[in-house]
T-cell receptor, first 113, second 113 residues
Framework: DSGVTQTPKHLITATGQRVTLRCSPRSGDLSVYWYQQSLDQGLQFLIQYYNGEERAKGNILERFSAQQFPDLHSELNLSSLELGDSALYFC????????????FGSGTRLTVV | AQSVTQLGSHVSVSEGALVLLRCNYSSSVPPYLFWYVQYPNQGLQLLLK??????LVKGINGFEAEFKKSETSFHLTKPSAHMSDAAEYFC???????????FGKGTRLSVIA
């Protein structure tokens, strides 16, 4: 157990639907990062939050959004889902900066049918 | 912008043989460099990191890597492969404490008995 909790582990949904992925960071970590892992694109950085504020944005589609709550857990919202959104979505956390490296959760596997 | 190239999407070695996984990075400033391992159906686990100081860094499970600035490389090695080393390995780079990690495409390591 890495200390980073992601729910659900698996999600199957239809095109056009909306889903919410949840992440609880390791105790004491203030930064949360979301990554998408697919066979063709590899690990793509989506977005980072630090202590409730958005800190960095990567290749995140406009149909996707995220937030970090006062208790530091984070949610990634994916809407108007397409077949191509099927992927593994990872959450990672770190105390503050990248210097310490990240602790990853076990991921949410999203399948859009 | 920083980037990472991992040479060889698949490497196969015999049990007991040397493991060498190659990583080259592109960065305009001194980088932070990381190696992660991903076992099937699991999240990524930090193997080792280089931030400052000694250029030869040792990690978990007998792995080590050497930062070579002149070659912009951070290759991962292990003297003797074990069956349990079979996994996907990712090299990652960050240019400062505040920029998110950029990952390579990964190298799948197979260990043959």
């Amino acid at each position: 157990d890495s200390g980073v909790t992601q729910t659900p582990k698996h999600l199957i949904t239809a095109t056009g639907q909306r889903v919410t992925l949840r992440c609880s960071p390791r105790s004491g970590d203030l930064s949360v990062y979301w990554y998408q892992q697919s066979l063709d694109q590899g690990l793509q950085f989506l977005i980072q939050y630090y202590n409730g504020e958005e800190r960095a944005k990567g290749n995140i589609l406009e149909r996707f959004s995220a937030q970090q709550f006062p208790d530091l857990h984070s949610e990634l919202n994916l809407s108007s889902l397409e077949l191509g959104d099927s992927a593994l979505y990872f959450c990672a956390s770190s105390p503050d900066s990248t210097y310490y490296g990240y602790t990853f959760g076990s991921g949410t596997r999203l399948t859009v049918v | 912008a920083q980037s990472v190239t991992q040479l060889g999407s698949h490497v196969s070695v015999s049990e007991g043989a040397l493991v060498l996984l190659r990583c080259n990075y592109s960065s305009s400033v001194p980088p932070y460099l990381f190696w992660y391992v991903q076992y099937p159906n699991q999240g990524l686990q930090l193997l080792l990191k280089y931030t400052t100081g000694a250029t030869l860094v040792k990690g978990i499970n007998g792995f080590e890597a050497e930062f070579k600035k002149s070659e912009t490389s951070f290759h991962l090695t292990k003297p003797s492969a074990h069956m349990s080393d079979a996994a996907e390995y990712f090299c990652a780079v960050s240019t400062s404490g505040n920029t998110p990690l950029v990952f390579g495409k990964g190298t799948r390591l197979s260990v043959i008995a």
